[in-house]
C-alpha cells in the first residue's frame, strides 16, 4: 500500500486512493508459498482536486505565511497547503491572544474559514471630565477592550431612573459612547446655601434633608420659621424651592423669576411691651397695631400724651418719633417722655420772684392748672420790694455766695428744673432784711443793759432811778445811751455786691453800719473805753462783775430773716 502512495505522489497529487477493500474470506484463495500469481490491476480514473489562489485578507489588518516555508504566499497554492494568519499589530481579534496564529488550509480550490477577525485596536481611554466624578476600572485598548465607569463618591447620576453604572467598549478602533453622566452632590443645605438656614424650614418631610448631603437634581421646598416670628418681606406663607445643581443649590427655574432670594427676617413683639411705651407713662401711638405683625420694616409713631412732654434733657425735643423694627428689634427710638409739671409755685410770692428761664419759649404765666414740660427751668430770685432810707426793706438772699448773679439787678438767684413731674428743691433762701441798723440794734441792748440792772449794780447811774416806775428807768437808760454805750463794733463783715453797693448812703463811711442783709455780721465788743467788760459766770455760780483787764469776749450779731 505504501508503495501505490508513491506512485501517486509522483503524478503531483492528480490521483487519490478513493476506497480499500480488502477481499473476503470466502473469495480469498490459498496460495502455497512460492507460486505466482498474476494480478491484472486496472489504473483509477479519479479526478484531481483543485488549486487554491491568493488567500484574500486584508494586508493591512492580517499577516499570512506558509506553514511549511514561513515565506510569503503565492498566488497559486496546492491543495491542502497551510497557511499561518495572525494580525498585524495595532491590531486584534476577540478572544485570541495577541500574537496568535490560525491556519487556514486549501481544501479543493477553497481556503478553510479564516477563525479570525482582526479588528484595529484603540488608543487609550480618554478621562471624562471632571476627572474627580467618575471611577473607570478595566485595562487594554486592544478591540473588544472594556472600561466600566461609575461615579466616584461625592458624585450622582441624580435621578432615579437613570443608570448608575456604564461599560465603553473598544470596537475597531473606536470607545463606544457612555451615556452615563455624573454630577457633584450638593453639600448639606445648613452649610451650602447663602441663606441663614437657622430661620428656614421644609414645607414638608424632615430637617434631616436639609442638614445631609443631597444628590444632583434634590429639590428642598423652604419656609420661613413663622413660629418663632420669621417671616418674609411682610409675607406670610411664603416658601422657596431650591434645587441640587451639580453642587450647588439654586433657585429652581420654576420660582427664579417670580421672586427674589427667601431672606427671612425677625417680626418684632408688640411695640408696647417692648419698649415699655405704656399710656399710663405717658406715651401714645399714633398708628398702633395697624397690622397684626410687625415684620421687618415695619415703623410705629409715637408722641407724647398731653400731660407728658418729650424729655429734651436726655432724649430729644421732637414732638412725634419714628421707631422702625429691625431684625426683632425696635431702633430709632429717641423719644423719652416725661410727666409735665404744674406751674411753679414759690414758697412766698411776697418773698420770691420767678420769671422764665429755659427754654425762652415757655413763659412763666402763674396760672392755676397750667402744665409745662419736662425740663424747663424757672429762674428764682427773692424781692427786694421798696427803699427806705436808701435801704432796700425787702428780702434778699441768704447764705447765696455760691449762687449766680444777675447781671441787671447784682441779686442772686437760684434755679428750679421740672423734672419727671417734680421741680427740683429751691436752692435760694430769700429772708427779710433786717428793719433796724446794727446802731439802732445796740441803742436798744444798751438801754436793756441800763433797765435791767439790780441790787448788785449800785453802781450804775439808772440803779436809783430804778426804783422808781419802769418809765424813769426807760428814760435814765436813753438818756445814758445817748452819750455812751457798753458796746462796740470790732468789725463788719458784709456782702460787697452791686445791690448792696447801690443801697448804701452817699456817707460811704457808714456803709458798714448799713449792712443787714441777711447774712451781714457784725463782730461786737464790750466797750472797754467806756468802763464795760463782758461778764463771766464763777465759781459759784454768781454774776459777777470784771474790770477791764479781762480778755473780752466778741459777740457775732448776724440778721437772720429779718431779726
Not at 444798751?446 to 439790780?454: D, E, F, P, Q
Request: charged share 25%; proline share 6%; hydrophobic share 30%.
Amino acid at each position: 500500500m505504501s508503495n501505490l502512495r508513491r506512485w501517486l505522489s509522483s503524478f503531483d497529487g492528480y490521483y487519490a486512493i478513493d476506497h480499500i477493500a480488502p477481499p473476503s474470506f470466502a473469495d480469498s484463495v490459498m496460495v502455497p508459498t512460492g507460486t505466482c500469481v498474476t494480478v491484472a490491476c486496472e489504473l483509477a480514473l479519479t479526478s484531481p482536486e483543485e488549486e487554491c489562489g491568493p488567500l484574500e485578507i486584508d494586508p493591512h489588518r492580517y499577516s499570512a505565511l506558509l506553514k511549511e516555508s514561513m515565506q510569503a504566499v503565492g498566488p497559486s497554492n496546492p491543495p491542502e497547503t497551510e497557511i499561518l494568519v495572525r494580525c498585524q499589530d495595532g491590531f486584534s481579534s476577540a478572544g485570541v491572544e495577541a500574537d496568535s496564529y490560525t491556519t487556514v488550509e486549501c481544501n479543493d480550490g477553497t481556503w478553510s474559514p479564516l477563525m479570525i477577525n482582526c479588528q484595529q485596536d484603540c488608543g487609550e481611554f480618554s478621562s471624562l471630565e471632571p476627572v474627580a466624578a467618575y471611577t473607570i476600572e478595566g485595562s487594554g485598548v486592544h478591540h473588544a477592550a472594556t472600561r466600566s465607569i461609575s461615579c466616584a463618591e461625592g458624585y450622582s447620576t441624580g435621578a432615579a431612573v437613570s443608570p448608575t453604572q456604564s461599560e465603553s467598549r473598544c470596537v475597531d478602533g473606536v470607545w463606544s459612547p457612555t451615556d452615563l453622566i455624573c454630577y457633584a452632590d450638593c453639600d448639606a443645605f445648613v452649610g451650602g446655601a447663602p441663606l441663614d438656614v437657622s430661620r428656614l424650614a421644609l414645607t414638608k418631610g424632615t430637617q434631616r434633608l436639609m442638614t445631609e448631603p443631597q444628590h444632583h437634581g434634590t429639590r428642598l421646598k423652604l419656609r420661613c420659621r413663622e413660629e418663632v416670628l420669621y417671616l418674609f418681606q411682610g409675607m406670610r406663607g411664603a416658601s422657596m424651592e431650591f434645587v441640587c445643581t451639580d453642587g450647588r443649590w439654586n433657585i429652581s427655574d420654576e420660582e427664579r423669576s417670580n421672586v427674589g432670594i427667601l431672606k427671612c427676617k425677625k417680626a418684632c413683639p408688640p411695640i408696647r411691651e417692648a419698649l415699655a411705651l405704656s399710656e399710663e407713662k405717658g406715651y401714645r401711638i399714633l398708628n398702633d397695631e395697624e397690622e397684626k405683625w410687625n415684620f421687618h420694616g415695619t415703623q410705629r409713631s409715637v408722641t407724647c400724651r398731653d400731660t407728658f412732654s418729650p424729655d429734651v434733657v436726655a432724649g430729644t425735643n421732637m414732638t412725634i418719633d419714628i421707631i422702625t423694627c429691625a431684625e426683632g428689634s425696635w431702633i430709632g427710638r429717641h423719644i423719652h417722655c416725661r410727666a409735665k409739671c404744674p406751674e411753679y409755685e414759690p414758697p412766698d410770692h411776697d418773698a420770691y420772684l420767678v420769671t422764665s428761664h429755659i427754654p425762652a419759649s415757655e413763659v412763666y404765666k402763674p396760672k392755676k392748672g397750667r402744665l409745662v414740660s419736662h425740663g424747663t427751668m424757672r429762674r428764682v430770685e427773692c424781692r427786694p420790694h421798696r427803699n427806705k432810707e436808701h435801704h432796700s426793706m425787702g428780702y434778699f438772699a441768704a447764705n447765696a455766695s455760691h449762687l449766680p448773679e444777675n447781671p441787671h439787678t447784682g441779686e442772686y438767684f437760684g434755679v428750679v428744673q421740672c423734672l419727671g413731674g417734680t421741680w427740683t428743691a429751691l436752692p435760694i433762701r430769700c429772708e427779710k432784711v433786717c428793719p433796724t441798723s446794727i446802731e439802732a440794734f445796740l441803742f436798744d441792748r444798751c438801754v436793756a443793759v441800763h433797765t435791767s440792772v439790780g441790787p448788785l449794780d449800785t453802781g450804775e447811774p439808772c440803779y436809783q432811778a430804778a426804783r422808781g416806775n419802769h418809765k424813769d428807768k426807760r428814760e435814765c437808760g436813753i438818756k445814758q445811751c445817748e452819750s455812751r454805750s457798753p458796746y462796740r463794733i470790732l468789725r463788719t463783715i458784709a456782702q460787697r455786691d452791686e445791690s448792696t453797693e447801690k443801697l448804701v448812703p452817699p456817707d460811704k463811711q457808714r456803709s458798714a453800719l448799713m449792712a443787714r442783709k441777711p447774712g451781714d455780721v457784725h463782730l461786737v465788743v464790750c466797750d472797754e473805753k467806756s468802763g464795760y467788760a463782758p461778764v463771766y459766770p464763777n465759781d459759784d455760780g454768781f454774776l459777777s462783775g470784771h474790770t477791764a483787764s479781762h480778755d473780752s469776749l466778741v459777740a457775732k450779731v448776724q440778721c437772720e430773716d429779718g431779726h
